[in-house]
């Protein structure tokens, strides 16, 4: 399997956060981790990726055993996140953000060289701008985009290392319908050279990019299936889908 | 041919949308070089240990200013390069280039090993844990006799500078004040070009959001000690040329008082643009010595001083500069 957690399982003191995860994700696929606030979604994300470590069980992914390994390491392996709450450098322009991010493939420190010289970082940086459509705010400060476009920076940022598998977390929170809109077709186009996992309360977003999906709820995995499966899965409709389907 | 000939096109190119920047090096570096002759004798002492002073400011803006890095301990690779000079000079060979090969040596070894022990300590816990560091070294310096405990490594005789065709006699103020302009001058060039490289950058993303650049791929760990290496290294070499010009070292060299010193010359020159710490060093120790002979709690207006910038003028003396020239 191309990303598997087995048995994965985090406390903070009494609360059980992540309590014996256990997924797997085929390479290419969209899958979406969708459940209520609370549920760990992206507690599950932060063991995946490092922030935390796991009390037990492990995490594999693309034939390396990741549990554990800290985030620049899982960044040179090809996984790549973004983040919930907008996690970008503020005080450079929208070019630098996406350069910076996409010199992080170039493993050797460079102390007197010049950056205008990083032609395959300078060239990958402008093809991302060009595919989030923010080529005009390029010279623009990143902390004074609009909420919306500092989400697609967001995603910018995560997109530079060229990752093999992305995690994506609430993608198109705050956005405005238009701009999901077009997240969404993003996600489409990425989705053939990347397997993605998205944490994401846009149910009809989630319905139309997922592969499969996947519900948490209170730390536990709740189901694991097609949308369809999900859909009609009884227990996912009592604890999170209520009325909405 | 042809591509020597784009070569020297592109090297034409770079020059005429330089031309500012060149025009202004040149300025102030003819600026500098006529400056002694405007100066007494005693102002021209000052003028060379402001210079020095400088360079060490811009060391610490190195990791302070670009890195987001605050250092409380920064003396303790001043004067360690001042003792280290000391010794080399005294003890072993009176060589001037000796000294400046071995004293990054120390300094940056020195920088390696309190980097490494404190660098996973963020913020704050990191700036104390170098003010321990450097205590620790000032009290290890004061109790050794060899180094002239408390009284300081005293009569080190200044060597000339052996500049191949000729010797420099350093023993002579105006000498020495040309010899600090250049190691001012190559400095701030070399730390230039660092923050503005691959490198700087990363440096500066860890300044605006570390979290972040470590899912980037990059090390931070391994960044941030590097830099703290060259940054003690540059310390160090002022430190070394300090001692030189005043032909000792001293335990307040690496006193926790010079440290914080270094941190308000930064704060009130600009943090994070290099040459404003070099400007903030320069006016303080200009600003002091003229004030403290008018008036003898002169630290008081100093002070105020700093508040004042600290509150009104965020990127410090050389943003106002910057922002003049802007017409802002």
């Known amino acids: 399997m191309f990303f598997e957690v087995r048995q994965v399982s985090k406390s903070f003191g009494a609360l059980k956060a992540v309590d014996r995860v256990t997924l797997a994700v085929e390479k290419g696929q969209v899958v979406s981790l969708i459940g209520p606030n609370g549920a760990g979604k992206t507690t599950l994300f932060n063991l995946i990726t490092g922030v935390i470590y796991p009390e037990k069980g492990d995490i594999f992914f693309n034939n390396h055993r990741i549990t554990g390994t800290p985030p620049y390491k899982l960044c040179r392996l090809g996984l790549s996140r973004s983040f919930q709450i907008t996690n970008i450098f503020q005080g450079m322009t929208v070019f630098e953000n996406i350069r910076l991010a996409s010199q992080g493939q170039v493993r050797k420190f460079n102390l007197l060289g010049s950056v205008s010289r990083l032609t395959p970082s ?14 005009e705010q390029r010279d623009e400060l990143a902390g004074t985009l609009s909420h919306g476009d500092q989400r697609y920076l967001e995603l910018g940022i995560a997109l530079a290392s060229q990752p ?30 990347m397997t993605i996992m998205l944490i994401e309360h846009d149910i009809g977003l989630v319905f139309e990019v997922s592969d499969r999906i996947m519900v948490m709820n209170q730390g536990g995995l709740l189901a694991d299936g097609l949308p369809n499966e999900v859909k009609n899965n009884k227990a996912v409709q009592v604890a999170y889908l209520g009325e909405e389907i | 041919m042809a591509g020597k000939g784009d070569k020297s096109m592109r090297c034409l190119d770079l020059l005429r949308r330089n031309s500012n920047i060149l025009i202004i090096h040149i300025l102030v570096l003819a600026g500098l070089c006529a400056l002694p002759f405007f100066l007494s004798d005693y102002y021209r002492m000052l003028a060379i240990e402001s210079i020095i002073l400088a360079v060490f400011a811009m060391s610490l803006d190195l990791i302070m200013g670009y890195a987001g890095i605050a250092s409380f301990g920064h003396a303790a690779f001043f004067g360690v390069g001042g003792y280290a000079l000391g010794v080399i000079i005294k003890y072993i060979t009176p060589s001037i280039w000796l000294a400046f090969l071995v004293v990054p040596v120390i300094c940056g070894l020195l920088a390696f090993i309190i980097g490494v022990i404190s660098i996973r300590a ?65 400095s701030y060039l070399v730390c230039f070009r660092l923050v503005e490289s691959p490198f700087g950058r990363v440096l500066k993303g860890i300044r605006d959001n570390e979290d972040r ?32 010009f005043k032909t000792f070292a001293t335990t307040e060299q690496l006193h926790f008082l010079l440290s914080g010193k270094v941190i308000v010359m930064n704060l009130i020159g600009g943090l994070g643009t290099l040459l404003g710490p070099m400007v903030g060093a320069v006016f303080l120790t200009f600003f002091e010595t003229i004030l403290s002979s008018y008036f003898a709690a002169y630290h008081i207006i100093i002070g105020a001083i700093f508040i004042v910038v600290v509150i009104f003028l965020p990127k410090g003396l050389f943003g106002l500069i910057l922002g003049f020239r802007k017409g802002k």
């Open chain 2, 122 to 186: 963020r913020g704050i816990y990191f700036a104390i844990m170098t003010l321990a560091f450097a205590e620790v070294l000032y009290r290890i310096i004061f109790h050794t006799h060899a180094l002239g405990g408390s009284d300081g490594l005293i009569g080190i005789a200044v060597p000339n500078l052996n500049l191949a065709i000729f010797k420099l006699d350093l023993k002579r103020p105006i000498n020495f004040y040309y010899v600090a302009v250049v190691f001012a001058y190559l």
């Open chain 1, 122 to 135: 300078t060239k990958e940086a402008e093809r991302i701008l060009d595919l989030l459509g923010l080529w």
């Open chain 1, 164 to 193: 093999s598998m992305l995690l994506l977390d609430e993608p198109t929170a705050g956005m405005t319908p238009m701009e999901t809109r077009a997240s969404i077709e993003l996600i489409k186009r990425l989705r053939e050279k």
């Open chain 2, 213 to 244: 650049v470590s899912f980037l791929g990059f090390n931070v760990t391994h960044y941030k000690v590097i830099a703290f290496v060259v940054s003690g290294i540059f310390a160090g070499w002022s430190g070394a040329l300090f001692s030189l």
